[in-house]
């Protein structure tokens, strides 16, 4: 079946730091990638996602390129702000999947200190 | 306006009660999920319903129900509660259904269940 693995935190930076966190997938046919973020107390808010190769998602100063031929979606954001501790997780939605149901990595939280 | 809203925001119970949470989506979607995450923050997808379809996650126990009064509310009724169903329970709501489609899906803010 479909399934994400995601480096685990917490991911600790100091603020204006390169983030870089890794995602990869395993899925069958051409799946759309997703990351989503949760801050504390609520709910999960789309961040960016992209439906083919190669194509690159971009939102909020956060960046993620489709790379299938290394199955990986991993999140960049160039300079870190205090306001992006949260939890950060990668989902695909698969092409086979009549539900559009999410399978979601298994988070990592990112702690970004003054 | 609250595009998805749940209650109730918490919910503490004993072992062997049955329960319902509530969902309701503002958006005109038609398509609504529900999604369990556990202590560790890691999310599972429950159900996926429409108007005209439900598809359960097999792993889901057959307590778990969902039931939909109209397109925009899918509840959640959990019979028989366990310890292991403590958890907090997310409901989402995105435009369609479809194999390969990405729509964004919305999510409420979570109703953290307890089981003591």
């Known amino acids: 079946g479909d399934s994400v693995t995601q480096m685990e935190g917490p991911v600790t930076l100091s603020e204006e730091a390169f983030l870089t966190i890794n995602c990869t997938y395993t899925?069958?046919?051409?799946?759309?990638l997703f990351w989503y973020v949760q801050y504390p107390g609520e709910g999960l808010q789309l961040l960016l996602k992209a439906t083919k190769a190669d194509d690159k998602g971009s939102n909020k100063g956060f960046e993620a390129t489709y790379r299938k031929e290394t199955t990986s979606f991993h999140l960049e954001k160039g300079s870190v702000q205090v306001s992006d501790s949260a939890v950060y997780f990668c989902?695909?939605?698969?092409?086979?999947?009549?539900?559009?149901?999410?399978?979601f990595g298994g988070g990592t939280r990112l702690m970004v200190k003054p | 306006d609250t595009a998805v809203s749940q209650t109730p925001k918490y919910l503490v119970t004993q072992m062997g009660n049955d329960k319902s949470i509530k969902c309701e989506q503002n958006l005109g979607h038609d398509t609504m999920y529900w999604y369990k995450q556990d202590s560790k923050k890691f999310l599972k997808i429950m159900f996926s319903y429409n108007n005209k379809e439900l598809i359960i996650n097999e792993t889901v126990p057959n307590r778990f129900s969902p039931k939909s009064p109209d397109k925009a509310h899918l509840n959640l009724h959990i019979n028989s509660l366990e310890l292991g169903d403590s958890a907090v329970y997310f409901c989402a709501s995105s435009q369609g259904i479809g194999a390969g489609r990405a729509d964004t899906q919305y999510f409420g803010p979570g109703t953290r269940l307890t089981v003591l």
């Open positions: 989902a695909l939605s698969g092409n086979n999947n009549a539900g559009n149901m999410l399978t």
């Open positions: 899925a069958t046919g051409y799946p759309s």
